[in-house]
């Protein structure tokens, strides 16, 4: 098994990889990646839901920031950010940020390196703690939150993006299975909805919404809204051709195809139980 860092390295140099490593933010050229994801339709709406939910926040906290794409962004918006990322490397991790820190001249940024369960920062002294694809790592769910909880203000938002879910143990093995690079490093990971929204309760914040993976762009970008809408229209046709082969001749019925179609509705709907691992978003605040 390769580190987390040998493996981004090491499928940099796999022309079958070259897509996952752009859309995941793996370049080699840490800014690239930055401006690319600062104008991402996923950190757009990201931005519309922290300056809606907490017009007047300063002070963020980004959780598990790897190369530090999202810290920069945020703090090019005008956050006054505080960053911890536990992997210190230069190419996806702390070295990476500070990299780009001094890059992009972010004076007073600080930069730990620290888990989320270990963090030791001011207790309730931030607006917003933001994390992004990082809560499903966790060693330890609950402590993960409660901790992250104490570092916020009273009233103050935990905004967690882009997490996977799994609905039970067989639903997780698919995942890891199906995940491309567990079979490198070996580090993926994944909680139940119920199992996030807990820890969540359970460390004193209010679940203020859920976004499942249909919801939001922030869970399905790079695909768009676009692309969302195509796979609507196949299932139409689909569920059409379904239904001419299993009724025959008797399709022409007039009222045939609209009974069908109250009693088999799920099958034109998006189903994000097909998508191995599928990422949820969630919005709290503490209480
Ligand atoms: C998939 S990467 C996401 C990185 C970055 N937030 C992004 O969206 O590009 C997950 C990150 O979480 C970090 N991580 C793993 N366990 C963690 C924990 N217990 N607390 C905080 N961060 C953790 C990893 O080091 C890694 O950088």
Redesign the pocket.
């Known amino acids: 098994m390769r580190t987390?860092e040998e493996t981004i390295r090491y499928i940099r140099t796999l022309p079958e990889y070259a897509e996952l490593v752009e859309k995941?933010?793996f370049e080699e050229d840490l800014a690239a990646n930055v401006e690319r994801f600062r104008k991402s339709e996923e950190f757009l709406q990201t931005l519309k839901l922290l300056r809606q939910y907490s017009p007047g926040a300063k002070s963020l906290l980004?959780?598990?920031?790897?190369?530090g794409?999202?810290a920069i962004a945020l703090a090019l918006e005008g956050y006054e950010v505080t960053v911890?990322?536990?992997?210190p490397s230069d190419t996806?991790?702390a070295g990476a940020i500070r990299q780009l820190q001094a890059q992009y001249d972010i004076a007073g940024m600080k930069v730990y390196e620290q888990?989320?369960?270990d963090i030791d920062v001011e207790k309730a002294s931030f607006d917003i703690v933001y994390?992004?694809?990082?809560m499903h790592?966790?060693?330890d769910l609950r402590q993960?939150i409660a901790n992250l909880a104490t570092l916020l203000k009273p009233g103050g938002f935990l905004f967690t993006i882009?997490d996977h879910v799994i609905y039970d143990e067989d639903d997780k093995e698919r995942f890891l299975r199906e995940h491309p690079l567990q079979k490198f490093y070996g580090g993926e990971n994944a909680f139940t909805s119920a199992e996030y929204r807990e820890a969540m309760e359970a460390a004193g914040l209010a679940v203020l919404q859920e976004l499942s993976y249909y919801d939001s762009i922030i869970n399905y970008f790079p695909m768009t809204h676009a692309d969302i809408e195509k796979q609507k229209e196949t299932k139409r046709l689909q569920f059409r051709s379904a239904f001419n082969t299993r009724v025959g001749a008797m399709r022409a019925i007039p009222g045939l195809f609209a009974v069908y179609k109250r009693k088999n509705r799920h099958l034109l709907e998006l189903n994000e139980k097909d998508i191995a691992g599928r990422m949820y978003s969630y919005i709290a605040q503490k209480k």
């Open positions: 987390w995941a933010y980004d959780i598990g920031s790897g190369n794409i999202s911890s990322e536990p992997d996806v991790g888990f989320a369960e994390v992004r694809q990082a790592h966790a060693y993960f882009r």
